[in-house]
């Protein structure tokens, strides 16, 4: 069945900086989701891609679905203590109504 | 945030004793799911539903079981509960599965600890 990787798996940055997580899926997507979890909270929807290529953003953050819909990324500008969670991919499990398949996460540090 | 809510919020129980976590729902969704977070694992799919009374199995399914008899409420049942299950478990609903481009709702999270 489907896995997605996510790397890297901690993060730690100065307030600042930017930051990257990359996820890689064993095969071809349909669409891919971004959820954000904080600590001590539970998994927030950020934002779904659904074409090759596709490129969104939300003010500090861009994500991006590669050509192939096989990997995509998350990046955020001038990190902020407000960012501080846990970052999740997820992408369908098979093709048609299928629940997600999530990646193990990426967690983030910002150190003020 | 969406309509739902899941108790009990913490558990601690013993092993071999059987347990049941409730997720109710006010927003109509068709698909609930039950995960469960552990570090290093990040979210695994135990159970899900995609409608009354019509659930399959996930990815680490064994030693749980479901059951949803309505629309707004879906079950987690540990029959005899082993250390191995302590866990933070999740509901999470959505309108439709993951292939229709639909997001999923999290509820706040059951904190489960089997001594």
């Known amino acids: 069945g489907q896995q997605v990787m996510q790397i890297p798996q901690y993060q730690h940055v100065q307030e600042g900086e930017d930051f990257t997580t990359y996820c890689n899926s064993s095969t071809t997507l349909s669409n891919i989701q971004w959820y954000k979890q904080r600590p001590g909270g539970h998994p927030v929807f950020l934002i779904q891609l659904v074409k090759s290529g596709e490129v969104k953003k939300q003010k500090r953050l861009t994500f991006q679905f590669g050509e192939a819909k096989k990997n995509s990324s998350l990046h955020i500008t001038a990190t902020q203590t407000t960012d501080v969670g846990t970052y999740f991919c997820?992408?369908?499990?098979?093709?048609?109504?299928?629940?997600?398949?999530f990646g193990k996460g990426t967690r983030l540090s910002v150190i003020a | 945030d969406a309509g739902i809510t899941q108790s009990p919020r913490h558990k601690v129980t013993e092993t071999g004793t059987p347990v049941t976590l409730r997720c109710h729902q006010t927003e109509n969704h068709r698909y609930m799911y039950w995960y469960r977070q552990d570090p290093g694992h990040g979210l695994r799919l135990i159970h899900y539903s995609y409608g009354v009374k019509d659930t399959d199995k996930g990815e680490v399914s064994d030693g749980y079981s479901v059951s949803r008899s309505k629309t707004e409420d879906f079950l987690l049942t540990l029959e005899s509960a082993t250390s191995s299950q302590t866990s933070v478990y999740f509901c999470?609903?959505?309108?439709?599965?993951?292939?229709?481009?639909?997001?999923?709702?999290f509820g706040p999270g059951t904190r489960l600890t089997v001594l």
């Open positions: 997820a992408g369908p499990r098979y093709s048609g109504n299928t629940p997600l398949v």
């Open positions: 999470a609903i959505s309108e439709s599965g993951g292939g229709s481009y639909n997001e999923q709702f």
